[in-house]
């Protein structure tokens, strides 16, 4: 999910067109947008007028999901070191904003791909040779 973060307003992909796009406030009673390039490094259009007011505690929340997010995406340590390393850093200040565990732990499985058997019914080369190595460190002793 593309997020952006503008003068303390949060703003998500509304939806994008072949040379922009197009983002809402959070609020989704709220009816400001704004338009950026495709790459996001620039706005075509302002964020319009917000009919409420700042809310500075949900923005750490948000800034840990999506390094969460990115985190899980690209690595494959376990879930639960994944939440423990982004709370380390998260500001007690705003501890009343934070999501619950169990939310975390899912949107990390979301974002985590799951391995499938091939065309011939093996198992992908990543997996083979993670079992072959777990195996391996296994040891045989005679009762």
Do not use: W
């Not at 593309?2 to 009816?31: A, M, P």
């Not at 500001?91 to 091939?118: D, H, W, Y």
């Amino acid at each position: 999910m593309s997020t952006i973060l503008h003068k303390g307003y949060i703003y998500t992909v509304e939806r994008k067109t072949k040379t922009k796009s197009i983002f809402r406030c959070k609020n989704r009673n709220c009816k400001a947008r704004c338009h950026t390039n495709l790459s996001m490094d620039a706005f075509l259009s302002l964020p319009t007028s917000h009919c409420h007011a700042l809310q500075p505690d949900s923005i750490p929340a948000i800034q840990l999901k999506i390094g969460i997010e990115a985190h899980a995406a690209i690595t494959d340590e376990p879930t639960s070191t994944i939440i423990h390393s982004a709370l380390r850093a998260y500001p007690l200040g705003a501890a009343g904003q934070l999501p619950k565990n169990e939310s975390l732990m899912l949107m990390i499985q979301r974002q985590r791909t799951t391995e499938t058997v091939g065309a011939d019914g093996r198992l992908p080369e990543k997996l083979r040779k993670n079992i072959v190595a777990k195996a391996s460190s296994f040891t045989m002793t005679k009762n």
